[in-house]
């Protein structure tokens, strides 16, 4: 198994910002408030809230004419410190919302995908597991992760680690809708594919109220 360390910043973009240079590593970009453009070698990308983009290569952030609040994730190697701040932006704060490290078989292949679940009041995801390990954190509304012995509450911009092969049953507030953004790693036999299964034959025939939205999914090479 490769064991990497993946985390998760939340970065804050004063307006009209100088350009943010990021280094090459296996990445994904959501925007929760604003909007910014994500130059790489090839190609832009303008990003608007509630939308993201997965890359591996370098990248340049250029942001809007407003203030942008970003999430990001990052895959490094195990032994990578993690950055106090976005390189040669001094204008801009970072906060380490969370860190893991995550464990992965070399002979696969992977991809990082970043997509969006959302429950309506109540809802509540069955007990299930999936085929690999990832970063949530909760965007709005309240969710429960009940795992491993342990039962954890999020609200909104709390974050979470889920293992992947460990079944999670996740039950969300009745006050209002719960939607939360992750970013996990899949091998890539699960582009364009669920990577949910559940673990009572009974609950993989039951109703479903949870939604799901991918935003962007990408091979990526393990870091070194």
């Not at 970009?29 to 910014?36: P, R, T």
């Not at 990003?47 to 609040?69: E, K, M, Y």
């Not at 594919?193 to 109703?207: G, H, K």
Request: aromatic share 8%; charged share 25%; hydrophobic share 45%.
């Amino acid at each position: 198994m490769r064991t990497l360390m993946l985390r998760l910043y939340e970065d804050a973009l004063p307006a009209r910002c100088p350009p943010v240079f990021l280094p090459a590593t296996p990445r994904a970009l959501y925007v929760a408030e604003g909007a910014l453009t994500v130059e790489g070698p090839g190609d832009a990308q303008w990003i608007p809230a509630g939308a993201a983009r997965v890359c591996q290569q370098s990248a340049v952030l250029v942001n809007d004419d407003a203030p942008t609040r970003l999430w990001r994730w990052e895959l490094s190697a195990a032994g990578a410190p993690a950055a106090a701040a976005l390189p040669s932006a001094p204008a801009t704060r970072s906060a380490l919302k969370l860190e893991a490290e995550v464990s992965l078989d070399p002979r696969f292949d992977w991809l990082m995908r970043c997509d969006e679940v959302g429950f309506p009041p109540g809802g509540v995801a069955l007990t299930h597991v999936h085929q690999g390990p990832g970063i949530r954190i909760c965007a709005e509304g309240e969710i429960a992760i009940e795992t491993q012995g342990a039962r954890d509450r999020y609200a909104p911009g709390e974050a979470w680690f889920e293992l992947g092969p460990a079944p999670v049953l996740a039950p969300t507030t009745e006050r209002e809708a719960t939607r939360f953004v992750r970013c996990f790693l899949l091998p890539r036999a699960l582009k364009g594919r669920s990577s949910i299964r559940y673990v009572r034959a009974e609950d993989a025939d039951a109703p479903k109220v949870q939604t799901y939205r991918v935003f962007a999914e990408r091979d990526i090479d393990l870091p070194e």
